[in-house]
């Protein structure tokens, strides 16, 4: 089984039963793919005699989307996989733990989540998960920080930089969400009922410059080892646990990319309350709570980051007054600005969000489109001169007023 | 002759008579040891019945300074050659012909310039190149340009990256320029009558915030494959000929780094004036001379960049209104920050300048410290609000006034 080549389900079975110290030798095992088949395979194994299982995530020569298949790089279950191992040995909790990276497979052998659920699922349901915001702040705080020139020896970061070149996973990052929106690309998905604010987008130079500049972050800040791709649908979650899953866009860029994902999707899930609220008091407080959550994940990340800071920052240049809080003010700019890419490319981009797709009230959909694209296009324009994490809120807010 | 030893001269002569199409087969070379045995041995081998010669250059596994000896990677070898033969086929006039490049042996086989003379040398000598300015900033905006994200495939580019990771070098830059001159490091060589400016910078935070600003960009903005040490002494010349030598710090960095390293040596050079010219009106013409150079630099740089950008530049986004302003603005402030950086640490950092060195006056020698620090801490604290060329020109005018 050394040579790659996709797996059969009896081919998994046995693969997983030879990781050490996971199944019980010569039980019974069943295996069921539970992929999209998009992507990868992924088998879910399980040992019905102890409730033993496992996950085997096998990743596929190519990406399928829209009916089309190109060519995709099987080095990214290599990343994926050392990305995940990285980010076990900073946050154990906030992870599936790895057992096995096959490079020869392009197969990562993981800790089975089914008791978890998506979390874009989660919110589409209407649930709150009081403990996500400490979780996620303190994910992207220890995992940023300690992969960062401030928290790593700043000779082993370059190599790590080095470890993450990553540049297949990035193209489609780079195309789809800083370029492609912003132009009658093939690849757009436009909702005929908003073609006009669609359209009114690809005139919109100061927002085109302010989208450029942004993309040149994410082409060039090698700040720290991003997850690269952190929306909701990359969480699983339930009342007392999150796990973050799927970093295979991994690559070192700039910090505020990631914490920008995950706030681009709760605002996603606020827009799209104009369809799944049942009237407009739960409405305003779904909401209330989405928001919430936002400044209760940056208030977390920067609590946690500048603690961490402050107790293991061993760079001299880098405690000199006033530096840590011109980084930070760095970072919440670069949130507001990618925080709105990401929201934008989900209105009328490829592969857009549940949150709103699912919406079967043509007018609640238009509604909550609408509203992605106020948010989204207010803080990429206003990102170069955010202070505070009010100003992202207060965006949102007026944005449904 | 395959594993890695310190060549003897004779195995030098044998080995450049190994590389094709050089000498004439069987004819008599003679070879002479030319490096300063610190870091490299640099072999200059000639052929007398013909004229023909070649330079071998062979990196050391360790670098002395000052007595000192530490270990020191032979990759820069390869990260030279790869620099120079990059450059080459960007700028084929502007440096050295590689003939070859042995992993093993971490030798390159380049082309002779014993015509030419080190650009420093030249400058002290009080000498003038008028087609200087026009080489260099050709120079810089070519090699810039076509390994940018503007001038080069963006995929590609983050193979160079990787291929220019280059820690150990970079790290030297990292202290020498951006940390120890900024405190009482034991590498400092602090010359005794300035002790006192070179303390106020000690103190100085406003100063240290805009130093350690400028190290994140240094240690994060992989922009452009830069030569990494761009000084008069990496610069063979000659009135028609200009060369560019020695790439061994390069990686991908921030583009006003090398521009920064041209002007600072210029401005070192200005500052030594003080006991070179031999009275007040050559002073100040020779002055003019060397800031007429910077402004020429400057704005042949800026005028090829943006004409290579507006030419070959294939980047969508790349062309929104407003974007290559916003851009070169970010290059000039990181030139005036680099510049300041780097003037600095040649006055009382590791590595001094033979410019302000050999000086014998001593009223003069100080006055020229004296200068080169204000010049150099002034463009550090003005860095982000650079808007121009001349207001560098103003800074140093003004610090001579």
Chains 1, 2 share one sequence.
């Not at 990562?108 to 008791?115: I, K, N, P, V």
């Not at 998960?129 to 994910?139: C, T």
């Not at 948010?375 to 992202?392: C, F, P, V």
Request: aromatic share 10%; glycine share 6%.
């Amino acid at each position: 089984m050394s040579s790659y080549h996709a797996l059969s389900e009896a081919e998994a079975v046995e693969y997983a039963r030879g990781i050490p110290n996971l199944f019980t030798p010569g039980s019974e095992l069943t295996s069921r793919e539970i992929g999209d088949g998009n992507l990868n395979l992924v088998f879910h194994i399980t040992e019905p005699s102890t409730g033993k299982s496992v996950i085997l995530k096998q990743a596929l020569p190519y990406a399928k989307v829209v009916g089309e298949s190109w060519p995709l790089t099987l080095d990214r279950a290599r990343i994926e996989s050392e990305a995940l191992m990285i980010q076990e040995s900073l946050c154990p909790d906030l992870v599936p733990h790895v057992f096995v990276y096959d490079k020869e497979l392009a197969l990562t052998g993981m800790e089975d989540l089914s008791d978890h659920i998506i979390m874009r699922r989660g919110l589409m349901e209407g649930n709150r998960y009081p403990l996500f915001a400490g979780h996620i702040g303190r994910f992207l705080a220890h995992t940023m920080f300690f992969t960062s020139d401030l928290g790593m020896n700043q000779q082993e970061k370059k190599l790590r930089v080095k470890q993450f070149i990553n540049p297949e996973l990035c193209k489609i990052t780079e195309e789809l969400i800083f370029d492609d929106p912003y132009r009658d690309a093939d690849t757009n998905d436009i909702p005929p009922a908003i073609r006009d604010a669609v359209e009114a987008l690809w005139n919109d130079n100061e927002l085109k410059l302010e989208v450029a500049i942004l993309r040149t972050g994410f082409l060039t800040k090698a700040q720290a080892l991003l997850h690269g791709d952190l929306h909701t649908g990359s969480i699983f979650i339930k009342p007392d646990s999150t796990k973050v899953i799927d970093p295979e866009f991994a690559y070192y860029g700039p910090i505020g990319f990631d914490i920008g994902a995950v706030f681009a999707n709760l605002l996603l899930n606020f827009a799209a309350q104009e369809g799944w609220s049942k009237d407009a008091a739960s409405r305003e407080d779904y909401r209330s709570y989405l928001l919430g959550t936002i400044r209760e994940v940056w208030e977390t990340f920067e609590r946690e980051f500048r603690s961490l800071w402050n107790e293991h920052g061993t760079d001299r240049m880098f405690q000199t007054p006033g530096y840590q809080d011109w980084y930070m003010q760095q970072v919440l700019r670069d949130t507001f600005g990618y925080t709105g890419s990401k929201t934008v490319r989900r209105v009328h981009g490829l592969a857009q969000v549940a949150d709103i797709n699912k919406l079967e009230d043509a007018a609640a959909k238009e509604r909550a489109q609408r509203i992605a694209l106020q948010i989204g296009t207010g803080l990429i324009k206003y990102h170069r001169q955010a202070n505070s994490i009010d100003e992202l809120l207060d965006i949102a807010v007026k944005a449904v007023r």
